[in-house]
């Protein structure tokens, strides 16, 4: 297979974006801070701190070290709104940096996608489904807060089992069948022939060897990633963007199977992670059949 290379840029998106060639992306993988604030300095430091803020930091359990989770429930209105202004901001410099017929592949969260899904409609994308990603979370399922030996049988939300994904598509210019032949997407790749792409995914969160290289708080899972940015590109060919790409698992998971990506991130720190974990992310052999892949 022709490995193609990457690109990471130590870079705000909101500034690279709107420098970026028209037409020039052919669909986006993404996992953005969601709540926003989770990503902030002061967020970060009592997140290093073990002091937690929106992070909630569980306990060990069964031996093992959970990894913290940013509690989206404490965000206010005005953190909403600051939401609600990114994702207007993000929708359209997306939409014109991406081909016709590109699609975006977005992670969301339940409480806060009809603010992501406003935004991007509003900018022009067609709403095209969701992709639930089966997994066990600690969010939500909590006793209420300093009540719990009173109502110890109430749950005051359910206890999270699956993430969301949102699938946007820029229109296609006329029929999907022309805008393949022209801009080479349109449409989602299939994961064999016989198979059409599925949008409920079993998926583990993230196993111990990722981590360890690749440490970052909000780090996706290889398994999952190389589904969905393989289904990005209908026919293996084009470009991908992932403007918040943390320590890369988007990157690694094209450069894994060939494809040619651009990644951003704003944090140096996180930026340096990103450098160190593609290759070896993208190396990773998960079912004992991939062949590794070249550092670029
Ligand atoms: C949810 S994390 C992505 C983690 C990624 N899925 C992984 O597996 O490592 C979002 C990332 O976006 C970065 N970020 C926040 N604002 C940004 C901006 N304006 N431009 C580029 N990156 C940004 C954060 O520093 C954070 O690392």
Redesign the pocket.
Known sequence: MNRQKYQIWN??????LPKRRSESIHAVV?????G?V??MPDQ?RRLAEGKGGIWRLPHNYDGHQRSPMPRFTVLGPSDRAKLDHFHQRLAPLLHNVLVPGGHVII?SQNLLSHIVVGAFCGAGFELRGQIVRVVKTLRGGDRPKGAHERFPWVSVSPRSSWELWLIFRRPCEGRVRDNLEKWGTGALRRPADGTPFRDLIQSSP?RGEERRI?P?????PQAF?RQIVRAALPLGKGVIL?????????IAAAHHLGLSSIG????EE?FR??RR?IPALSRLNLDGSEPPSEDP
């Open positions: 870079a705000d998106a909101f500034e690279w993404t996992d953005p801070p969601f926003l989770e990503y970060l992670a993230a690749a970052h708080p909000s780090l996706k990633m992932d403007p918040f790409m943390g320590s890369g698992a988007t951003l991130e704003l944090h996180y992670l990103a974990a």
